[in-house]
């Protein structure tokens, strides 16, 4: 089992340009999520997919888009990418969403100039 | 919502040593407090795992205890190696990991 894999591995964006991350799992997992981990301030959830066919925000949605695809894939959208948005951001996923354990792919590192 | 802090933000100790990273959460209803170490460059993972009904956990050289009157709770880790260096989260939950809340981190080093 590959557990979760992330795509691309790293990424340079100008100012608004467009692009998406993809995030996949093999786990026969029900809920995943995306974070972005910044510099001293941990983890912070963007959004989530509880199961297959629904989507939520997080903690810091603005400026993401996300689709559950199908139950193994969860993409991320940044539909006009800004600075502010330079993080790592990583894909999750769980059995379930009720305090379970969450499995974290590789990241992605996203550079917004 | 929640709010966790964690300290302190960074730890050396000698190999051998003892470690403590102490975490407090604002709210009084959480029930679940996970602990996720990540090494430079690497993806976090969990190490272990605590929930409301439960006072200490115990993992071979890891340890959990939580304080739900203080609201604080704290990860201890006996006869350090390097391999235990590496930046540790501690995080807190109501219901559903939809809400978890994460810390800060500490960075821990491990001096041989």
């Known amino acids: 089992n590959a557990g979760v894999t992330q795509t691309p591995k790293f990424q340079v964006l100008k100012t608004g340009q467009s692009m998406t991350l993809q995030c996949a799992q093999d786990m026969n997992h029900n809920s995943m999520y995306w974070y972005r981990q910044d510099p001293g301030m941990g983890l912070r959830l963007i959004y989530y997919s509880a199961s297959e066919g629904t989507t939520d925000k997080g903690e810091v949605p603005n400026g993401y888009n996300v689709s559950r695809l199908n139950k193994r894939e969860f993409s991320l959208r940044l539909e006009s990418a800004a600075p502010s948005q330079t993080s790592v951001y990583f894909c999750?996923?769980?059995?379930?969403?009720?305090?379970?354990?969450?499995?974290f792919g590789p990241g992605t590192r996203l550079l917004v100039l | 919502g929640e709010n966790v802090e964690q300290h302190p933000s960074t730890l050396s100790v000698q190999e051998g040593d003892s470690a403590v990273i102490k975490c407090t959460y604002s709210d009084s209803a959480s029930n679940y407090f996970p602990w996720y170490k990540q090494e430079l460059g690497k993806r976090p993972q969990l190490i272990i795992d605590?929930?409301?009904?439960?006072g200490e956990k115990k993992d071979q050289r890891i340890a959990v205890t939580l304080n739900k009157t203080a609201k604080h709770f704290s990860l201890h880790i006996t006869e350090t190696q390097p391999e235990d260096s590496a930046v540790y989260f501690c995080a807190a939950t109501l219901y559903n990991n939809n809400d978890m809340r994460f810390g800060a981190g500490t960075r821990l080093t491990v001096k041989p």
């Open positions: 999750a996923s769980s059995e379930g969403q009720n305090q379970e354990t969450q499995y």
């Open positions: 605590i929930r409301s009904n439960v």
